[in-house]
């Protein structure tokens, strides 16, 4: 099993900045493609961000075209934690924001082929 927190959550006004952070535990971090996706009242769960192990200490990062550009996904695997920089926030990004993780090769984009999930973390932007 895997246990996946996040936080860093907030409330911030249009054109800010929020850190998130994803802690992970229970299994071998390194080994395991991360992805960050968010969900807004009334709509299905969005993929935003993944970084995608690739064998050994090779990674890709991919990201949403609505975030592309704004966003950052990182990992430090030392710490067993993944990360969200978001920049240049819009109230179109205000969502409760999901981590997740899937040890092997799969369609990261997909909400369905993750098989570990965190809580989420609110994010809510102002105009």
């Known amino acids: 099993q895997v246990q996946l927190v996040e936080s860093g959550g907030g409330l911030v006004q249009a054109g800010g900045s929020l850190r998130l952070s994803c802690a992970a535990s229970g299994r071998t971090f390194s080994r395991y493609s991360m992805g960050w996706f968010r969900q807004a009242p009334g709509k299905e769960r969005e993929f935003v961000a993944a970084?995608?192990?690739?064998?050994?200490?090779?990674?890709?990062?991919d990201y949403a075209d609505s975030v592309k550009g704004r966003f950052t996904i990182s990992r430090d695997n030392a710490k067993n934690t993944l990360y969200l920089q978001m920049n240049s926030l819009k109230p179109e990004d205000t969502a409760v924001y999901y981590c997740?993780?899937?040890?092997?090769?799969?369609?990261?984009?997909?909400?369905?082929?993750?098989?570990?999930w965190g809580q989420g973390t609110q994010v809510t932007v102002s105009s």
């Open positions: 997740a993780a899937r040890l092997g090769s799969f369609s990261y984009t997909s909400v369905y082929e993750y098989d570990y």
């Open positions: 970084v995608r192990w690739s064998g050994g200490n090779t990674y890709y990062a």
